[in-house]
């Protein structure tokens, strides 16, 4: 079993990690974006999440087989280079870095967007460039800090969802601000049935509902900072699968139940209608609260993810080597560095281009996310093939309904896919997705990448 964490301090706990792994689900696509996939699939939509959160399981299970039994940073970059290939280690590593980079700037404008609501006067792009710096701050401290600050952010989130949970089900079940009459669970199926929009309607959705869960792999990155890696990584792995049914599917179930699917999403968040349903006039404020948090949560971890995706990447030879440079605090602060300039740039172009252009790049990491579980997923595979029989035994943390469950993630990653470029709501990500990992490849060979000798150990 190796252990190499390039110099990175193992200080991330085992409560840092769970909530990590659960707070990069949550995000603002559950609180506002939720409403989308509900128009399209009706009710059905909580079968969407079901198995969407399966696959998310599978993969998770697979990129924990390695995790555990090599945990270290840069993870599944470093696991793609050391058992597919070079060329593969580097654009998973450079697609996922863009992914954050992209997904960051999106979350610190949503700030700036946020903001506004309370502060109206102040300009929108100094609340995303004082996120970003904000965030990058809490990043350049040791990573304890850096946790500390991730399972705080995770928490308000956590919180927001169990209250909405539990305020719901007493208004379903308990006839809570109704007269103390159960509304009961009958908007499911009426109002057209589960499949109110049918198969078609069922189906679009799922491109949406798995795309909430790209993110959750993150989790693989802190192996090579977590505590005991080989107890924390499988622990919070298998802790996430009921914990994802509670938030998303629980939530969803009160939502769906409690209003006409077709009147969700009409006036702004269904978690806002939720609350002011029970005569919470500051409703809006709460969530207003919640989401700035869910987003500045996931771009704090897009800049920490950023930084050791770097770091694996330079110690692969695949990145300048100034960027494995690690403090006293054992943080890579020159890959930090350079995560942050980026969406820092971005706060100003964010400023001058169209925003159809901006959803034009959003869509086009959306598929950079998806192909990079497809690459989880067919790394591990090549991974049990480099195994012994007595190597696989003795594997102490192994992914689930071997091997049919990787094959049968990949194929759903693809269907996932071709609906995507079916849908002419997400096609455009075809037409910037594949020339960004063409671009990156034709990189890699100006640049001699590929002749340079690897450092996998």
Same mark, same amino acid.
């Given at each position: 079993?190796?252990?190499? !964490?390039?110099?990175?301090?193992?200080?991330?706990?085992?409560?840092?990690?769970?909530?990590?792994?659960?707070?990069?689900?949550?995000?603002?696509?559950?609180?506002?974006?939720?409403?989308?996939?509900?128009?399209?699939?009706?009710?059905?939509?909580?079968?969407?999440?079901?198995?969407?959160? +399966?696959?998310?399981?599978?993969?998770?299970?697979?990129?924990?087989?390695?995790?555990?039994?090599?945990?270290?940073?840069?993870?599944?970059?470093?696991?793609?280079?050391?058992?597919?290939?070079?060329?593969?280690?580097?654009?998973?590593?450079?697609?996922?870095?863009?992914?954050?980079?992209?997904?960051?700037?999106?979350?610190?404008? /949503?700030?700036?967007?946020?903001?506004?609501?309370?502060?109206?006067?102040?300009?929108?792009?100094?609340?995303?460039?004082?996120?970003?710096?904000?965030?990058?701050?809490?990043?350049?401290?040791? #990573?304890?800090? $850096?946790?500390?600050?991730?399972?705080?952010?995770?928490?308000?989130?956590?919180?927001?969802?169990?209250?909405?949970?539990?305020?719901?089900?007493?208004?379903?079940?308990?006839?809570?601000?109704?007269?103390?009459?159960?509304?009961?669970?009958?908007?499911?199926?009426?109002?057209?049935?589960?499949?109110?929009?049918?198969?078609?309607?069922?189906?679009?959705?799922?491109?949406?509902?798995?795309?909430?869960?790209?993110?959750?792999?993150?989790?693989?990155?802190? /192996?090579?900072?977590?505590?005991?890696?080989?107890?924390?990584?499988?622990?919070?792995? !298998?802790?996430?699968?009921?914990?994802?049914?509670?938030?998303?599917?629980?939530?969803?179930?009160?939502?769906?139940?409690?209003?006409?699917?077709?009147?969700?999403?009409? !006036?702004?968040?269904?978690?806002?209608?939720?609350?002011?349903?029970?005569?919470?006039?500051?409703?809006?404020?709460?969530?207003? $609260?919640?989401?700035?948090?869910?987003?500045?949560?996931?771009?704090?971890?897009?800049?920490?993810?950023?930084?050791?995706?770097?770091?694996?990447?330079?110690?692969?030879?695949?990145?300048?080597?100034?960027?494995?440079?690690?403090?006293?605090?054992?943080?890579? #602060?020159?890959?930090?560095?350079?995560?942050?300039?980026?969406?820092?740039?971005? #706060?100003?172009?964010?400023?001058?281009?169209?925003?159809?252009?901006?959803?034009?790049?959003?869509?086009?990491?959306?598929?950079?996310?998806?192909?990079?579980?497809?690459?989880?997923?067919?790394?591990?595979?090549?991974?049990?093939?480099?195994?012994?029989?007595?190597?696989?035994?003795?594997?102490?943390?192994?992914?689930?309904?071997?091997?049919?469950?990787?094959?049968?993630?990949?194929?759903?990653?693809?269907?996932?896919?071709?609906?995507?470029?079916?849908?002419?709501?997400?096609?455009?990500? +075809?037409?910037?997705?594949?020339?960004?990992?063409?671009?990156?490849?034709?990189?890699?060979?100006?640049?001699?990448?590929?002749?340079?000798?690897?450092?996998?150990?």
């Amino acid at each position: 079993m190796v252990h190499d !964490n390039h110099g990175l301090k193992r200080s991330l706990q085992p409560r840092h990690i769970r909530l990590m792994a659960l707070g990069s689900t949550i995000g603002v696509g559950l609180f506002l974006g939720s409403a989308t996939a509900i128009q399209l699939a009706g009710p059905s939509i909580i079968l969407g999440y079901i198995l969407a959160g +399966f696959v998310a399981f599978i993969v998770l299970r697979s990129l924990g087989e390695m995790a555990v039994h090599e945990p270290v940073s840069g993870s599944f970059s470093h696991y793609a280079t050391r058992y597919i290939g070079p060329l593969a280690g580097y654009l998973v590593g450079w697609g996922y870095w863009t992914y954050w980079i992209v997904v960051g700037l999106a979350e610190i404008t /949503a700030v700036g967007v946020y903001m506004t609501l309370w502060f109206p006067d102040t300009p929108q792009w100094i609340w995303a460039l004082a996120s970003i710096l904000a965030m990058g701050g809490i990043n350049f401290v040791a #990573v304890k800090v $850096f946790g500390e600050f991730e399972f705080w952010f995770s928490l308000i989130k956590v919180v927001a969802i169990v209250a909405m949970i539990a305020i719901g089900c007493s208004m379903i079940f308990l006839g809570l601000g109704n007269d103390g009459v159960p509304i009961g669970v009958a908007n499911l199926w009426q109002h057209g049935g589960v499949f109110p929009n049918g198969v078609e309607g069922f189906l679009l959705s799922l491109q949406m509902v798995l795309f909430a869960y790209v993110g959750i792999e993150m989790i693989g990155l802190s /192996a090579g900072e977590a505590k005991d890696p080989t107890r924390t990584i499988p622990m919070a792995i !298998n802790s996430l699968s009921w914990r994802i049914l509670i938030f998303y599917v629980g939530s969803l179930f009160v939502i769906l139940a409690i209003f006409p699917w077709h009147q969700v999403g009409q !006036n702004g968040s269904p978690f806002v209608a939720m609350f002011e349903s029970m005569g919470l006039r500051e409703a809006a404020g709460v969530i207003n $609260f919640v989401v700035i948090t869910a987003a500045l949560s996931s771009c704090n971890a897009g800049i920490f993810s950023g930084g050791r995706l770097l770091l694996g990447l330079s110690k692969s030879g695949n990145a300048p080597k100034y960027l494995s440079e690690i403090s006293s605090a054992g943080v890579p #602060v020159k890959a930090i560095c350079l995560t942050i300039m980026v969406p820092t740039v971005g #706060v100003a172009i964010n400023y001058f281009v169209p925003e159809k252009a901006f959803q034009w790049i959003t869509a086009a990491v959306t598929l950079i996310g998806l192909l990079v579980w497809v690459a989880i997923l067919y790394t591990q595979i090549q991974f049990r093939k480099s195994l012994t029989p007595e190597g696989i035994k003795a594997l102490p943390y192994r992914a689930i309904f071997w091997p049919y469950g990787s094959w049968f993630a990949i194929l759903f990653v693809f269907f996932v896919l071709g609906l995507m470029a079916y849908s002419e709501a997400t096609r455009m990500a +075809f037409y910037v997705g594949p020339p960004i990992l063409i671009g990156l490849t034709a990189l890699y060979f100006i640049f001699g990448l590929h002749k340079r000798e690897r450092n996998i150990s």
